[in-house]
Structure formats: C-alpha cells, structure tokens
C-alpha cells in the first residue's frame, strides 16, 4: 500500500483490524440455528459424509476444497465434532471471519479512495450490519469466501492502479481468479476493475487521486501503452490463476483434456434454463429485494407485490417504503452534488459509460436470476455502500450533515430490524428439525427418498442421509434424469421390497406444480399420477403443511407387476 502519510496510514490498518476482530465477534456470537434461512448452508455436510476434498460445481468449485482446509486446520489445533451439527458450526466460523473481513475491506475501500475516515467507518457499518451479510456471515453457505476474495482483488487493482506497481496488479487478477472459483458471479466486478485500468490516466499517484480525477481514453501512445501495462498484468493474473485453479480441479476430478477443460469452464453454474430468465416481475422486485437484503422488513413468505397488500403485511409494505424513503433522500442529497462537482472538473462521458457498464454487469445476476434472492446482493450491496461512501467524502458543508442524518436512519433500521432477526436466528430452536428426525426414523437404509426444497427434504438430506445414491432431489435434476430414475426405482424396489418415500414433493397441488416444476424444470403435473395416488401418508409434518408419503411398488408376478 502505497503511503500518503505513515501515521494515516497507521490508522486505517489499525481501524481495518479492528473492524475485522468486531465484526467477525458479531458474527461468531450469532451463529444461526436455522441452517435453511439461506440456501446452500447444508452443502458443507457433503464433506462432512465423503471426508475426502473434491470440487463442486462451476458455481462454487472451491466451496468444498474451503471446507475441507477450514475443518482440517481446526482438527490441527484441537477442534472436534461428533455430530453433523457441531460441523456446520465450525464452518459457520469461517463464513463468520470472511464476512467480517469483507465488511472490513469496505472500510478500507472507501478510506483508501475518500480519504474519510468517518465515511469509510459509516459504510462498514452499514454493509456489515445489512440482512444479507448478516444472514450469511452467520451461516454456513458458499458466497461469503469468494465475497471476501472479490473485494480484495478490487482493493489490490485500485492500489496498483495509484502507482503501487506490478505485484498489486499481478495479485489483483489472481484474487479475482480465486473469487470466481470461490462463487462464480463474484467475477462480475471483474469488467469494473479492468476499465479503471485502461480509463484512469497514468497520472493518477494515490487511491484518493481516482475520486478526484476524470475517467478519458488515453490522450497519446504513450499513455495508452503505460495503461495497456496495467491491463497486461491483471490479465496474466487473472488467466493464470484460472489456468491453476480450474486446471488443478477439473485434472483431480479426472478431466484431463484441455478442451474439456475448456467446455467445462464455460457451462455456466445455477441451471440458468430453470432459475434464468428474464421477466417484468423481476425489474419491478429489484428495489424490493434492494431494501429486503438491507433491512429483514420483507415478509418471510414474500413471492410478489401483492401479497404486501395484504392486510396482515400492511407493516410490512410501510417499513419498506420507509427504507426507501431513506435510500432516495440519501441519493437525492448525494447526485445534484457530484454533479455539481462534475461540471466544475469537466464533463466526462467515459466515466458515465464506465459507472453504467459496471452497474449492468454487477446487477445482472438479480435481474436474471432472481431480484430477491439474498446470495446475489452480497456483491452489489458492497459497491453500492463503498460507493456511497467515496462520493459522500467528496462533498461537504450542508450536504455532508444531511447526509450524515440520512446514514444514521438507516443505521437505527438495520438496527432494529437485523440484529433481532439474527438474534432469534441464533436463539431458536432449528426450524422443522423434529419431522426431519422422525423421517429418519421411518426410512431405512435400503429405501429410496424423493426430496423437495422443503425445510424438512434439505434438513433431512444434510443431517441424515448417510447414502446420498438413494436420495432424489427432484426439482433440482432434469426430467431426463428424474422420471427415469423413478422409474428403476419403482422395478428395484419391486424385486428387492424397498420403499419409495417422497417428502413433501406430491403434496403439490395442480397449480403449485405446474407454476414452477411443470413451466420451468419440465415435468408434466401428470408425469407421477401413478406414484401420487398410490403413495400413502405416513407421517404429518408438524412445522409446515405435507405429509410423509410412502409407495410400496407392487410384486411382479410372472415378469409383470401386479
């Protein structure tokens, strides 16, 4: 890190540290019990069941290779646990220590390029305390790791940019490499990086010079090549930790060819033919799910607009609409100012194209995913707040004090929302665990399970299920594998009087099924008729509506079933 003055600079490491150690305390002592609040928070236990590390899909490739150094680095200095609770715990820790991290890079970011101290502060506060990185600081999913490599990779570009040299570049490229491989979109800062480099002039000496400074093609050849050093260094970075990492992973899972190295690389993560798309509900949920990732004002069983008007989410939709209100008064107070400043320094259309390009590629994720979704927001959130505060520590007098009074509302909401719900997170008993221990005292080792997404399916598939190959998690495989595999099932168990056990999935009405399994993963309502009618309730759950239900396939007798 290049110095502006030592004692300075003493003080931002000594405050990023400190930010680091509190949050990551925070986060310790709020370890979720609800291991279904986020998605993916049982994955981990896969480790835990195989032992030895391999790779996960491109969407989070190192997640397990993260879990198993993490768990065997706690083995190293004594740590043990004996139940696949006890583990989830431990893995929790390490999302706790790189969230804290990543709030802490926050900090850093907006002290680097402000130089505010109290901005930079104000916006590790925010972002460290919003309902998305709370959630998943005290969880035990993917994102957090490959979060905390994203934003260092942007931290190291912007101190190579200022001057710092080629080692800064060369690591930026590598860390956003191991984001990537870490949580796939986490890249998508990536593209922003990249232009800084070849946009921001060779002039540019120190992190606090790209706030002041205008974003221009290069004037003159020689520019233009002492910009083109910056983009070759992040580049052979970047491609040459790809070439590692990926190389490295898909050779261990046996892919040793270079152009299947290469098919693999490039499918892309998160059955975008299922959750993909693009649709009008999901540009009019973006701010809803902008504020819901802020503050937990969301109703737990939010799925659109109209169920805010309901009468008993009438609290609901007035808190949001107080978060907004605090979001717009905060951009109204910071736009006319940068403009303002603008216009004294120039008119650069370069660094509006760049802030647009930016914003598309960062945003993509929740418009073409889902706008809701809490995992897609860890990003964007932390831009959007580092962001925030470098242009707060731009302006000054009058605005700077609204500014303040505004941060501070949103402060007290996050407050008062967030740390409640992390709090009862914490405390409560883990939801649905009960029905999930009493189907795993119905089935037994040789029996077959086709699971939903319900609570009861994922906790049963994490905690108890020891065989994942008589495990069928129905909405997350193609009709080309499901109905299929359902089908040898029905033969095997037939012959070898195993029972087929469906939790929660045939409890779907018509209209339920069709709205997602039938329109997006393309399974027919009538694809299971025979198994839905045939399939008997054994076991009410208690925590949410459904049944347990068992189908017992009928004996063949003279090479035909009954």
């Known amino acids: 890190m290049r110095p502006g003055s030592t004692r300075s600079n003493l003080s931002a490491a000594a405050t990023f540290a400190g930010l680091w150690t509190g949050f990551a305390v925070l986060y310790l002592s709020l370890r979720s019990n609800q291991y279904t609040a986020v998605d993916g928070a049982l994955r981990c236990l896969a480790v835990y069941w195989r032992r030895p590390p391999y790779i996960g899909s491109n ?6 290779a993260d879990v198993y150094a993490w768990t065997a680095f706690l083995k190293s200095i004594g740590a043990t646990w004996n139940s696949p609770v006890a583990f989830i715990r431990s893995v929790q820790a390490m999302n706790a220590i790189f969230g804290a991290g990543a709030a802490a890079l926050v900090y850093l970011l907006v002290r680097r390029v402000s130089s505010s101290a109290g901005c930079a502060i104000v916006s590790a506060g925010i972002y460290g305390i919003s309902h998305a990185v709370l959630m998943h600081a005290a969880n035990s999913a993917e994102p957090v790791v490959g979060l905390f490599f994203s934003l260092l990779a942007t931290m190291l570009a912007i101190e190579g940019i200022a001057g710092t040299g080629f080692i800064y570049l060369l690591s930026a490229g590598f860390t956003l490499a ?3 491989a870490n949580y796939e979109s986490m890249v998508l800062v990536g593209p922003s990086i990249f232009l800084m480099a070849l946009f921001l002039p060779a002039t540019v000496n120190t992190p606090s010079d790209i706030g002041l400074t205008t974003f221009d093609p290069p004037a003159s050849f020689k520019e233009a090549a002492r910009r083109s ?18 190389g490295g992973a898909y050779y261990s899972a046996g892919v040793d060819s270079p152009r299947a190295m290469a098919v693999k690389f490039f499918r892309m993560g998160g059955e975008p033919k299922v ?12 701010p809803i799910g902008m504020i819901g990732n802020l503050a937990a004002v969301l109703p737990q069983d939010y799925g659109g607009l109209r169920l805010l008007f309901r009468d008993r989410n009438i609290l609901s939709l007035a808190l949001i609409l107080m978060i907004a209100a605090i979001l717009i008064a905060a951009a109204a107070i910071i736009m006319p100012e940068l403009a303002r400043r603008r216009r004294r320094s120039g008119p650069s259309w370069a660094i509006c194209m760049i802030s647009a390009f930016g914003a598309a590629i960062v945003f993509f994720p929740n418009f073409y995913w889902d706008p809701i979704y809490d995992k897609l927001w860890l990003q964007p959130l932390a831009l959007m707040v580092a962001a925030g505060g470098i242009a707060a520590g731009k302006i000054g007098g009058t605005a700077r004090r609204a500014l303040s009074a505004v941060a501070a509302l949103l402060i007290a909401s996050e407050l008062a929302f967030n740390l409640p719900a992390a709090w009862n997170a914490h405390h409560s008993s883990t939801r649905c665990i009960e029905d999930a221990q009493a189907v795993a005292r119905i089935i037994r080792p040789k029996d077959k399970v086709v699971a939903d997404f319900d609570f009861v399916s994922s906790l049963w598939l994490g905690l108890y299920n020891t065989e994942p190959s008589r495990a069928l998690l129905f909405p997350a495989e193609s009709p080309a594998v499901s109905v299929p ?3 040898r099932w029905k033969d095997r168990c037939a012959a070898e009087g195993c029972v087929i056990f469906f939790i929660g999935l045939l409890n779907q009405s018509r209209k339920e099924w069709t709205a997602f399994l039938g329109n997006h993963v393309g399974v027919p309502y ?3 008729a025979s198994y839905r009618s045939d399939a008997k309730p054994v076991l009410r759950f208690s925590c949410e509506e459904g049944y347990l239900r068992a189908f017992t396939p009928a004996r063949p007798v003279g090479g035909r079933h009954q």
Do not use: C, D, Q
């Open 229 to 246: 050093k910056r983009l070759v260094a992040m580049g052979t970075g970047f491609l040459a930790g790809v070439a590692l990492i990926y």
């Open 526 to 528: 009538e694809a299971l």
């Open 178 to 180: 191991l984001a990537l």
């Open 485 to 487: 595999t359902l089908a």
């Open 59 to 64: 969407n989070h490739l190192l997640y397990p």
């Open 275 to 286: 959750y993909g798309g693009w649709s009008l509900s999901k540009v009019v949920n973006f």
